[in-house]
């Protein structure tokens, strides 16, 4: 069982930067990938990126690629989203995850920290 905790979240003008933190809890977890998602109002949760916890392998959705780094910190067990260049469209809930290395459904989330970028 994993439990996940972000912060980080708070309004941001646009082109400025942001950092999230999501706390990690639990056992082996060089058995997981984690990942950020968000979701703007009215709108599906998406997937923004995602790193394999043991080897730190990331991948991100186009459109944040270039601005977004998702990283973690193993010795204190903690996730991190650096956002940079932020846009008024990178408003929304942002939410942590996290699955095991051999299934397709994130089957962990965090509270989600809230983002706010104006213009």
């Known amino acids: 069982q994993v439990q996940l905790v972000e912060s980080g979240g708070g309004v941001a003008q646009a082109g400025g930067s942001l950092r999230l933190s999501c706390a990690a809890s639990?056992?082996?977890?060089?058995?997981?990938?984690m990942a950020w998602f968000r979701q703007a109002p009215e709108k599906e949760r998406d997937f923004v990126a995602s790193?394999?916890?043991?080897?730190?392998?990331?991948s991100y959705v186009d459109s944040v690629k270039g601005r977004f780094t998702i990283s973690r910190d193993k010795a204190q067990n903690t996730l991190y989203l650096q956002m940079n260049s932020l846009q008024p469209e990178d408003t929304a809930v942002y939410y942590c995850?996290?699955?095991?290395?051999?299934?397709?459904?994130?089957?962990?989330w965090g509270q989600g920290t809230q983002v706010a970028v104006s213009s």
């Open positions: 790193i394999t916890w043991r080897f730190g392998r990331a």
């Open positions: 995850a996290a699955k095991t290395s051999d299934t397709a459904r994130w089957d962990y």
């Open positions: 639990g056992p082996a977890l060089n058995k997981y990938s």
